[in-house]
């Protein structure tokens, strides 16, 4: 599979292509009598047209290169990690829309309560809200220079791939998948140092194999003595919600892989163990291997 550099393409059809979408209030997202609700003064439609906009090339000079990639996976597969590694090798943002929304949470503005309640419950966040704040992230790098980036949790749903893929052209989508009983265990087995942010995890995964399927080793991923006294839970990481989570995320989100496969985009790649051993073979699936090795041997 090559490695494809293309600039944004900006969103030229016309506009009755947003308008064939489900255009609601936020607060009819989750209206149901099932979980509790969003209620911002934003609809999908808005929140469309403020991506378009801040999906605009920039004309300031490019800081990175023009890599428009997303990661997909269950929730705890590790994408933030791979993703992160694979920002800094390409020289491109890692946008993580989980981080987006949990700085929205620690905020002290009018929908953080409500958020936070919707995130407790394993519920996923509105389209229009998520889109909202994906392009407000999108127009401050763009501001500073960014011309590419990897998506991390976005887009959860068809509509979101649909808005998506008309105001930018994602040149790959990487599906990452790990058994479930490997994702409930990494799941409840992370730790955020409250100091200084960094994620870690206490679960040692080890999975007897047999004639159908490998075994599956796991080390954890320790703190260093600093942090060790200072880790904590995320709220949403008990057994409940995390199934909850993982149920959702295969409702919603297979059909977003179904949208990509068509379209000759999808990598699926199966994750064979920790860190150790599938970083080597990501890295061969997307042909990045020699470029790895020479930002290694220059450093």
Request: contains cysteine; charged residues 25%; negative net charge.
């Amino acid at each position: 599979m090559a490695v494809y550099h293309r600039l944004f393409r900006l969103y030229s059809p016309a506009k009755n292509t947003l308008s064939s979408f489900l255009i609601r209030p936020l607060s009819s997202s989750s209206s149901s009598s099932s979980g509790p609700s969003l209620d911002p003064e934003i609809d999908l439609e808005e929140a469309a047209a403020q991506l378009e906009k801040s999906s605009s090339p920039s004309p300031s000079p490019s800081k990175g290169r023009n890599f428009h990639w997303v990661f997909l996976g269950c929730p705890g597969v590790g994408k933030g990690t791979y993703a992160s590694r694979l920002s800094s090798l390409l020289g491109v943002p890692h946008i993580a829309t989980g981080d987006l929304v949990r700085e929205e949470l620690s905020s002290s503005g009018l929908l953080s309560s409500q958020l936070r309640e919707l995130v407790n419950h394993g519920k996923l966040v509105p389209d229009e809200f998520i889109i909202s704040l994906l392009s407000k992230r999108l127009e401050a790098g763009k501001d500073n220079g960014e011309s590419g980036y990897i998506l991390d949790g976005f887009p959860r749903t068809v509509t979101q791939a649909e808005i998506l893929d008309g105001v930018t052209n994602i040149d790959l989508v990487i599906n990452l998948k790990l058994r479930e009983e490997a994702l409930l265990a990494k799941c409840l087995g992370r730790r955020i140092c409250s100091e200084c942010g960094a994620n870690y995890n206490v679960a040692c995964i080890d999975i007897k194999g047999d004639d159908a399927t490998p075994r599956m080793y796991m080390p954890p991923l320790l703190p260093p003595p600093n942090c060790e006294s200072k880790l904590v839970t995320r709220a949403d990481d008990t057994e409940d919600v995390v199934k909850e989570r993982l149920r959702i995320y295969n409702k919603m989100t297979q059909p977003v892989e179904e949208f990509y496969k068509k379209r000759g985009k999808l990598l699926e790649f199966e994750l064979p163990g920790g860190i150790p051993e599938s970083w080597p073979r990501l890295l061969r699936a997307l042909h990045l291997e020699d470029l790895y090795d020479k930002q290694s041997a220059i450093a």
